[in-house]
């Protein structure tokens, strides 16, 4: 299979709280990304680290590589209300022109 | 916003009727792919359209097509409407080049409902 797989499937937290979510994958990548959906909406793209890469920064997220052991942690610093939606992985395999989403991790902070 | 934009944003159709779903690409972008998403799921590859041809097909039947013209623009048809179509229609476009992120940019979607 093509496509990552986010753990968990749903993560509850406090505003202020940081959040981590995980993602699996079987193939060998080129890169892998990082896409936010807001309820019913399109996906937003957030983050891309790519294969010779362990770890990216961008603001409040962090995100993680091992591609020893072909997973992905996506980290959410000070979460906040706004942070509310589901996030995606999306392995890309080299020379790959398209994208495959697993089922996603449903992030709700509280305010 | 992507500058990726899709019509309609609602679509109502009964089973067996037929239907068209519209993507502007992001200015400078030359591929579009299709997504779609079921409620709870994440999005389903449906195709991919590069230079107006078919790039690429998921695990869906010959009923779903599509088309891509010279601006990029694309449509969606999906004939014999079931009532498991009914989801959220994803577009997304990307710049294809050589080494290029494949990073995809979507638009908000179309919610599709098949009564």
């Known amino acids: 299979s093509q496509q990552g797989e986010e753990d968990p499937q749903a993560l509850s937290i406090q505003e202020g709280e940081n959040a981590t979510m995980n993602c699996s994958y079987k193939t060998s990548i080129n890169n892998l990304q990082w896409y936010r959906q807001n309820s019913g909406r399109g996906l937003v793209h957030l983050i891309l680290?790519?294969?010779?890469?362990r770890e990216k920064h961008s603001g409040r997220l962090r995100v993680t590589l091992d591609t020893s052991k072909k997973s992905s942690s996506l980290l959410i610093t000070a979460s906040r209300a706004a942070d509310t939606a589901s996030y995606f992985c999306?392995?890309?395999?080299?020379?790959?022109?398209?994208?495959?989403f697993g089922t996603g991790t449903r992030l709700t902070v509280i305010p | 916003e992507t500058g990726v934009t899709q019509s309609p944003t609602h679509l109502i159709k009964t089973r067996g009727q037929q239907v068209t779903l519209r993507c502007s690409s992001q200015s400078g972008h030359n591929t579009v792919s299709w997504y779609q998403q079921a409620l709870g799921q994440g999005p389903q590859f449906i195709f991919q359209y590069y230079r107006e041809e078919e790039n690429g097909r998921g695990n869906f039947p010959p009923r779903f097509s599509g088309l891509q013209f010279p601006n990029y623009s694309s449509e969606l048809n999906v004939n014999a409407l079931e009532l498991d179509d009914s989801a959220l229609y994803l577009c997304?476009?990307?710049?294809?080049?050589?080494?290029?992120?494949?990073?995809?940019?979507f638009g908000a979607g179309t919610r599709l409902s098949v009564l």
């Open positions: 999306a392995p890309s395999q080299t020379g790959a022109n398209n994208l495959f």
């Open positions: 680290i790519r294969s010779n890469e």
């Open positions: 997304a476009s990307s710049l294809r080049l050589a080494g290029s992120k494949n990073i995809q940019y």
